[in-house]
């Protein structure tokens, strides 16, 4: 449905808005997502990146790691493999994914080249 909307009315065609941004004024880790989504389907990488950076590169290692498991969902078995994260590089990603949060807050650059762009 998302896809939909993004690739037919581009990203002022979802009917939401990040909720910590309008109640704050601060950036959240996926501020910036559904735009760079809309600049990846229309190959625009570069844009994408601009809009979210972290998540342009998390994505798809999301997708690597979670495309096994629905697989063997679906099937009804355990995914023949699975992505070696483990509790270390759990804490790692959650901490990545946090300090992204606060450094793209921060007024001077380079770190507010990190918010999301008009």
């Known amino acids: 449905m998302a896809t939909w909307l993004l690739m037919t009315g581009g990203p002022s065609a979802m009917p939401w808005t990040c909720l910590l941004h309008d109640l704050t004024g ?7 997502m559904t735009r760079a989504a809309n600049a990846v389907l229309d190959g625009n990488v570069a844009a994408a990146f601009r809009f979210n950076p972290l998540g342009v590169i998390l994505l798809p290692l999301a997708l690597v790691a979670l495309v096994p498991e629905v697989l063997g969902w679906l099937r009804g078995c355990p995914p023949a493999w699975r992505f070696p994260l483990g509790t270390r590089g759990a804490w790692v990603l959650a901490w990545l994914v946090i300090g992204f949060a606060v450094l793209r807050n921060l007024p001077f650059p380079p770190f507010n080249w990190l918010a999301p762009t008009s």
Do not use: I, V
Not at 26 to 32: E, T
């Open 26 to 32: 601060l950036h959240c880790p996926g501020c910036g």
